[in-house]
C-alpha cells in the first residue's frame, strides 16, 4: 500500500451524549464543526493549532489527533515517513460537547484517507470499533462518525454497535457553555458503584421514551429527558450547570447536562424563533450561548 500525494481534509461535528437518561448510549450529532486536514510529508511531525486550543494543546505526538491517526495506521501495517497536520478548532474543549471525540475521529478519518486503498482496508465499521477503543466507549465518536442521534453501546464480547435513529425536523437545540471546563474523568469519579433498582428501571423507560421523542414526537421531550442516573451526582463538580437545568426544566424547557458537562443543553422547535431567543435571554453571565441544529452528515471529507 502507498500513501496518497497531497494533502486530505475532513470536517467533524460536536456532540452530545446521554440526552438526559441515555447513559453512555444516546448521542446526538450538533452543527458545530472542526475542520482538520493532513498530509504524509517526508519527515518529521509538523502540528497546527488555530482556533480552540490553540497554544493549549500539546503539537506533537501526544496531540489526541495525532495519536489517533497513529493507531490507524498501525491497524493498516503503514508507518508513514512524516506527517502535517493542521487543525481549525470551533468545539470547546472540556465542555461536554465532544471535543475528544471529535479529535479522534479526525484521527482516524484522515490517516484513512492518507492510504491509497485505505477505505478497502478499513470500512466504516471498522473506523467505528477503532475510535471507540481509543476513546473507551462509542456514545460520542458514533454521531460523529455517523451524523444524527445514534444509539450505541458495546456487547459483552467487546464489540461495538451503532444504530442511527430518526430525528424529527422540529427538533433543534440551544447550549449554554460555561467559562470554566469540567474533565470527564473528574464528572466520572463522582458517579456511585450503584444505584436504587426504581432510578435504574425509571431511566429505562425514560431513555426508551427518548428514542420516540426524537423520532416523531418531541411534545414528550420534557418527560423523556428526565434522569436519575447521572446528573444529580455530578453537582458538585457544576452546581451552576444543575441549578439551569433544573430552572429550565421546571418552566417546561427539555433542559440536560450535555455528555459529562458543564455545557446545559436544552431542547428546542427549531421553527420557534421567539423560543430560541427567550432561551437565548436565559443565558447566565459569563457564559456562551448557541442556537445549533441536528447534523445529519457526521464526519465529512473534503
Known sequence: MTFVEGPVGVTVPATSANLGP???????ALDLRDRLEAEVVADGLEVQVHGVGAGEVPTDERHLVVRSMRA??????????????VCHNVIPHARGLGSSSAAIVAGVWLARDLVAGGRLLLDDEALLDLAAQIEGHPDNVAPALLGGFVISGQDPDGAFYAVP??????????VFIPPEPVSTEAARGLLPAEVPHADAARNAGRAALLVAALASSPEQLLRATEDRLHQDYRRPAMPASLDLVAALRSEGVPAVVSGAGPTVLAFVDAGRRTQTDRLRGRCPRGWQVQVLAVDPRGAVGH
Request: no cysteine; glycine share 20%; charged share 20%.
Open 165 to 174: 435513529g430518526s430525528v424529527d425536523p422540529r427538533v433543534g437545540a440551544v
Open 22 to 28: 441515555g447513559f453512555d448510549t444516546l448521542g446526538l
Open 72 to 85: 490507524t495506521f498501525d491497524r493498516m501495517g503503514l508507518t508513514p515517513p512524516g506527517l502535517r497536520l
